[in-house]
């Protein structure tokens, strides 16, 4: 083992909630459990380059201690773990490029990452690359409440800066689940969608500039405040979506929304998913400009959430249940349109038991329902998860197939997500791990995606997990490119390798 550096306690996120009975155990190591997928021609990481990150950070960034990397090396779901042995924690996009050019120089592998709250495996080390961790890169660099500019670092946690932005009357034009823990850098590096795409559209639209560090250390200058810059190639799109295999993220400038004076939450039971699609429909009618979330539970997926985490549903058990959200400036304006679309798809038998309400904590209550399935489904045990792009209408016929598929193997599979953009998350939970139900599940789930039009990948990204199945969306062409792309912007393949191409 390399010489211990530093050793202090293991670090925990508090702004995590846990159901009880959390899964507390080590998953396997990614390597064994993906015996296929070998390590690449990279350096193992010794004590001189271990005093080099001492020299350039400081003792107090440079993590070496076994308990202190662990968090580091596992994915929160705990379904990867690598055995990195360095984790750095850089503080300004000097220090980041001086990272990597050291790096490059090298060939030592290194995994970028924000919060750590994906579910494709893209954040962790797959064997023992170095980590490079945003968590102190959290500095508010500069807002413009006129034009709505925000400017900062790529640690900043989403929902701390969504706090910063209300007293300013703005929001954060994204909202996920994970907004207590996720940080903005990794959401653009994974072009994040979450729960109000439908109202304020992805971040290839709300990211105005950014600056990013290639694999060799030069830092990329794209870091415009401008809505209009129509000079050259626009090449933050280049790093927006690309999980860090391109360079990483430093610093984003971000256009945030007004922060809506009148919210409404409505939580309705349906009996179909045919029904569901009916309410959608009359809800971008009706609703209009003020519709800003549109979801979708299917019965067991709410279980979780009253089950497994003790939180009580506002209606009584259905098939199916919607959360239909409006944002707007005038409460009795929005309340109208909202009653009254209420009233049409209740009358009509489409939506056969609701309630709504403005009141923050109670809105609270039924977005927890939605935002903590992810967590509560740890408990079944193992969960494959999909997270997948269908038109609108085959919405849900992934969930009937796959069980179909899996039978009895599972304990329960289930679905919920974005109605109002098409994305559903496909969830299948086992006892454990076995590599024969993941045989049966793949790669049979992303050719009946791919038969249907859709993308393996909807928001969460490629990673790890999904990188030999990324022709299932893109042509062979399309991978040409971006493996051309990767060969020219990180010719070592330095940064985040085995995720993304294959």
């Known amino acids: ?61 440079v993590l070496n201690d076994p ?86 670092q790529a640690g900043c946690i989403l929902e701390a800066l969504d706090q910063f932005l209300s007293e300013k009357g703005l929001m ?7 907004k207590g823990s996720c940080h903005i850098g990794g959401n653009v590096a994974t072009n994040a969608g979450g729960l109000r ?52 993220i430093t610093t984003v400038a971000i256009q945030c929304p007004p922060r809506p004076n009148a919210i409404n939450l409505a939580f309705l039971g349906l009996e179909s998913f045919e029904d569901i699609l009916t309410t959608f429909r009359k809800a971008k009618q009706e609703l209009g400009e003020i519709l800003s979330s549109c979801e979708m539970i299917d019965a067991k997926s709410l279980d979780v959430s009253t089950g497994h985490c003790q939180l009580k549903s506002p209606i009584k058990e259905f098939p199916f249940y919607m959360l239909i959200e409006t944002s707007g400036s005038n409460n009795k304006h929005d309340e109208e349109k909202l009653n009254h679309f209420l009233e049409n798809v209740m009358n009509d038998g489409t939506v056969l038991d609701g309630t709504v309400t403005n009141e923050p904590g109670k809105m609270r209550a039924i ?18 998860k999909y997270d997948i792009s269908l038109p609108i209408k085959d919405f849900y016929s992934l969930v009937p197939a796959m069980l179909e598929k899996v039978g009895k193997d599972a304990v329960r599979v289930s679905g919920y997500g974005h109605i109002g953009d098409g994305n559903i998350h496909l969830n299948i939970s086992v006892p454990e791990f076995r590599p024969d139900i993941l045989r049966k599940i793949e790669p049979y789930v992303y050719e009946f995606t791919s038969n249907l039009k859709g993308s393996v990948s909807a928001e969460h990204g490629i990673g790890f997990r999904k990188q030999k199945y990324i022709h299932y969306s893109k042509s062979e062409s399309a991978i040409k490119l971006m493996k051309d792309i990767k060969k020219m912007m990180d010719p070592n393949g330095i940064l985040n390798p085995y995720k993304v191409l294959p």
């Open 67 to 152: 308990s202190d990397c662990e968090k580091y090396n596992i994915d929160w779901i705990k379904n990867v773990r690598g055995f990195s042995q360095c984790v750095l924690k850089p503080e300004s996009t000097e220090e980041v490029s001086q990272i990597l050019a050291y790096c490059n120089e090298h060939r030592i592998a290194v995994c970028p990452q924000g919060g750590n709250t994906g579910l494709v495996g893209g954040s962790v080390p797959v064997f023992d690359e170095v980590v490079l961790s945003t968590e102190l890169m959290n500095d508010v660099i500069s807002i413009d409440d006129t034009s709505g500019v925000i400017v900062c």
């Open 172 to 178: 954060m034009p994204l909202d996920l689940g994970a």
């Open 197 to 248: 795409l439908l109202r304020y559209g992805n971040l290839h639209g709300n990211v105005l500039g950014l600056e990013a560090v290639k694999a060799d250390g030069e830092i990329v200058d794209c870091l415009s405040t401008l809505k209009k810059d129509n000079t050259g190639y626009h090449l933050k799109h280049l790093f927006i979506g690309s999980e860090g295999t391109l360079g990483i």
């Open 367 to 384: 977005w927890e329902l939605r935002e903590r399935i992810t967590e509560g489904l740890l408990h079944d045990g193992y969960v494959f």
């Open 1 to 61: 083992m390399l010489r211990n550096l530093r050793r202090i306690g293991s670090i925990v996120p508090t702004n995590v909630n846990y159901c009880t009975h959390a899964r507390n155990f080590l998953p396997q190591l990614t390597k064994d459990r993906y015996p296929d997928v070998k390590r690449g021609d990279y350096a193992v990481l010794n004590e001189n380059h271990l005093f080099h990150f001492v020299d350039l950070l400081g003792v107090e960034k």
